[in-house]
Nanobody, 118 residues
């Protein structure tokens, strides 16, 4: 079973930065997409940012210009650099790695709490 291990969450003040990291416990076959999602208690999990195997990125409108997703495929690792954090960025952040071509797979990280205070 593959585990995605996240790190880098924490408590920061508004305007500060954090960098999240997520590493797979073993090398995965031909990843199609790596991404970060977030969830606030009582709300649905939402996509924050994603990056494909062709380095095509996609960002939620609320984080465009502030967050940057990147990856290190050789290490099966994905990063999320979060700058100019806002109170509304407070959430549990989950990394996701998936392959939609056969053989398909999808794995989730354990979740990292990011809390932004005023």
């Amino acid at each position: 079973q593959v585990q995605l291990v996240e790190s880098g969450g924490g408590l920061v003040q508004a305007g500060e930065s954090l960098r999240l990291s997520c590493a797979a416990s073993r090398i995965l076959f031909s990843i199609n997409e790596m991404g970060w999602y977030r969830q606030v208690l009582g709300k649905q999990r939402e996509l924050v940012a994603s990056i494909t195997d062709y380095d095509r990125t996609n960002y939620a409108d609320t984080v465009k210009g502030r967050f940057t997703i990147s990856r290190a495929n050789a290490k099966n690792t994905v990063y999320l650099q979060m700058n100019s954090l806002k109170l509304e960025d407070t959430a549990v952040y989950y990394c996701n790695i998936k392959r939609w071509l056969r053989p398909t797979y999808e794995f989730w990280g354990q979740g990292s709490q990011v809390t932004v205070s005023s």
